[in-house]
């Protein structure tokens, strides 16, 4: 099975701008979490979509958005863009909602000048 | 709210050598707990996962134990090698979210 995929791998833009991240899920995986990394913080949680429904969301501003397609495919879009947006943004996909093994893709790494 | 501990912050040993990774979180009202491996710039790659009903996982080199009245994990990982070397992360499932550690950073110097 193809593993988790995201798009684009790397992405720049400046203050102000929006963003839309893609991820793929595992064939089969309903379930879809995207996660903030950076060095400071560390790994943060920001949402989780199952069958298209946003089940559990973060402590992030409502500039951090995302939807998930009937194919599971899911995006995330940050608004208004700001400098301390700058990160590695990871999916992670799973089978089902609830306590399962997730699998993460690369991540997007996402530059705010 | 859950937080999650991880000690060392950073770990170097000479390959072969047996090592202990250490994990503690607050809130024993987990599901799961995870260990997980980062290589620079990548995502995350699972190496073990423990239920909440369960003492210890192993896989290969690499063994984990969950003591959740406690609130702590440990990964032990036997015979390290160059090729370990990497960031080590441990995540509770608390209500479907995942809290992550900080992260101990290991380098095995061949």
């Known amino acids: 099975k193809a593993g988790v995929t995201q798009t684009p791998r790397y992405l720049i833009k400046t203050r102000g701008q929006q963003v839309t991240l893609s991820c793929s899920p595992i064939?089969?995986?309903?379930?879809v979490s995207w996660y903030q990394q950076t060095p400071g913080q560390g790994l943060q949680f920001l949402f989780e979509?199952?069958?298209?429904?946003?089940?559990n969301k973060g402590n992030f501003p409502g500039r951090f958005s995302g939807r998930q397609f009937s194919n599971s495919r899911s995006e995330m879009n940050v608004s208004t863009l700001e400098l301390g947006d700058s990160a590695l943004y990871l999916c992670?996909?799973?089978?089902?909602?609830?306590?399962?093994?997730?699998?993460f893709g690369p991540g997007t790494r996402l530059t705010v000048l | 709210k859950q937080e999650v501990t991880q000690i060392p912050a950073a770990l170097s040993v000479p390959e072969g050598e047996n090592l202990v990774l250490n994990c503690s979180f607050t809130?024993?009202?987990?599901?799961?707990l995870q260990w997980f491996r980062q290589d620079p710039g990548k995502g995350l790659t699972s190496l073990l996962l423990?239920?909440?009903?369960?003492r210890e996982q192993t896989s290969g080199r690499l063994n984990a134990s969950l003591d959740k009245s406690s609130g702590r994990s440990t990964l032990y990982i036997a015979a390290s090698q160059p090729g370990d070397s990497a960031t080590y992360l441990c995540?509770?499932?608390?209500?479907?979210?995942?809290?992550f550690g900080t992260g101990t950073r290991l380098t095995v110097i061949p």
């Open positions: 992670a996909s799973k089978t089902l909602a609830g306590a399962d093994t997730q699998y």
């Open positions: 064939s089969g995986h309903r379930s």
């Open positions: 979509y199952f069958s298209e429904t946003q089940r």
């Open positions: 809130d024993s009202a987990i599901y799961n």
């Open positions: 423990i239920q909440s009903s369960q």
């Open positions: 995540a509770v499932t608390g209500a479907n979210n995942l809290f």
